[in-house]
């Protein structure tokens, strides 16, 4: 018997290697090795005589040839396919139609008459209770893809879950003992998969349900991102004051050490009025610069006239840093329990900030007008003091 199974071995390992489609990669030999390798654990604890194993095994190596033809009605091609071989090999009638009918017995909807369908049939869906059972269903999966029949994850679970609750069952004695749990185990395992899923997308359709039925959200993310712009506005102010009152200072202090100790020097008489218009300008840079970072003296308290009235910003720590804070605290949660208060409170402290910016950037212009200004007249009045005292010695010298 081993002589005519290699080279049955041998034949299906060429037909598929050579005639089937690539697009196969789950119906192909190693699926055929797997199905022999079944019937053969199954033949080894079963009470069979050597005929009827001969029958099972030729079957299982040749019960998915048809493939070479197509998936439609391959049972039939393969059946055709084994009569022409096992007649080749010069083997019996008798045996020749016993493995035609094993071979029409995998298919899936039809239920298997005898021990021996019984056994081939459970050889062929052995996967169901194997470990690598995930392997084969992601293989099976792409097959059907790649034959135009499209299963998402889920669909394909609950497809899977399907085959191993309704249509699928074992039928010999020994794959019923043994095979049973093992499947039940993969059957738990796709459950438990099918319910991990199904809370995480519970859990992301809750989050996306609340982000969209709630305004709130964009609301705060409104309010965050106008106060963070108002503060970085409110820093670049602050920074282009201190740029101007380092360069003021620094004028003024040039002008102090270089310029001015030498004007009581009559020759250096016609430099006063443009060093003064030029430390006149820069003071008055200084000054603006100061007022525009200068912090406004708050009282830092409140009354409960004025909370109730919603007349003061409890947002802002100049209005309660000298409240006790108890009093803070009373004033806080009342304002805090009403949702529009709340906003109200917002709203008018970016309000009170872009009045602080405006004055701030009002300052900082004139600021900057007054610097310059500053710079082009005195630079004007030192070339007139420079020229006019080059005329004179002109006039001077002449005779």
């Known amino acids: 018997m081993s002589d005519i199974l290699k080279i049955t071995d041998d034949f299906v390992l060429n037909l598929l290697k050579n005639d089937l489609d690539d697009k196969y990669v789950y119906h192909n030999y190693t699926h055929t090795r797997r199905v022999v390798k079944s019937t053969q654990e199954i033949i080894d604890n079963s009470e069979l005589d050597v005929k009827e194993q001969k029958a099972l095994l030729l079957a299982a190596w040749?019960?998915?040839t048809g493939y070479i033809h197509g998936a439609e009605n391959h049972?039939?091609?393969s059946a055709k396919i084994a009569e022409n071989f096992l007649n080749e090999q010069n083997q019996s009638e008798e045996l020749i139609n016993e493995v035609k009918k094993l071979i029409l017995a995998t298919k899936f909807n039809d239920?298997?008459?005898?021990?021996?369908e019984e056994i081939i049939r459970d050889a062929d869906a052995s996967h169901f209770a194997k470990d690598y059972y995930p392997e084969t269903s992601e293989l099976l999966k792409q097959e059907?893809?790649?034959?135009?029949?499209?299963?998402?994850n889920k669909e394909w679970r609950k497809e899977n879950i399907k085959v191993f609750t309704e249509k699928h069952r074992y039928y010999s004695a020994y794959a019923i003992k043994n095979w049973n749990v093992l499947k039940?185990?993969?059957l738990l395992k796709l459950i438990k998969a099918k319910k991990k899923k199904k809370k995480k997308y519970d859990k992301e359709k809750i989050k996306v349900d609340l982000k969209n039925q709630s305004p709130e959200r964009a609301i705060q993310t409104l309010f965050r991102t106008t106060l963070r712009n108002h503060i970085k506005l409110s820093d670049i102010a602050d920074t282009k004051a201190n740029i101007l009152l380092s360069v003021n200072a620094i004028i003024i202090s040039l002008a102090l050490a270089n310029i001015i100790p030498k004007l009581d020097q009559i020759s250096n008489r016609h430099l006063l009025w443009p060093?003064?218009?030029?430390?006149?300008f820069s003071v008055a840079s200084?000054?603006?610069?100061?007022m525009s970072t200068r912090p406004n003296v708050t009282s830092g308290e409140f009354t409960e006239e004025q909370v109730r009235k919603r007349e003061v910003n409890l947002l802002f720590f100049g209005n309660f840093h000298k409240v006790p804070f108890k009093k803070y605290q009373s004033a806080l949660m009342s304002l805090i329990t009403d949702k529009e208060e709340v906003y109200e409170s917002l709203l008018k402290d970016l309000w009170l900030l872009g009045v602080v910016l405006n004055r701030k950037y009002t300052l900082l212009r004139w600021t900057y007008t007054i610097f310059m200004l500053g710079i082009i007249i005195s630079v004007i009045a030192f070339i007139l003091a420079f020229m006019t005292t080059d005329f004179e010695q002109i006039k001077d010298l002449a005779p």
């Open 75 to 77: 049972e039939e091609e």
């Open 62 to 64: 040749l019960h998915d």
């Open 144 to 152: 059907l893809q790649l034959r135009g029949t499209n299963f998402s």
């Open 275 to 280: 060093t003064l218009v030029l430390i006149l």
């Open 184 to 186: 039940n185990e993969n």
């Open 111 to 116: 239920t298997p008459v005898g021990k021996l």
């Open 286 to 290: 200084i000054i603006l610069s100061i």
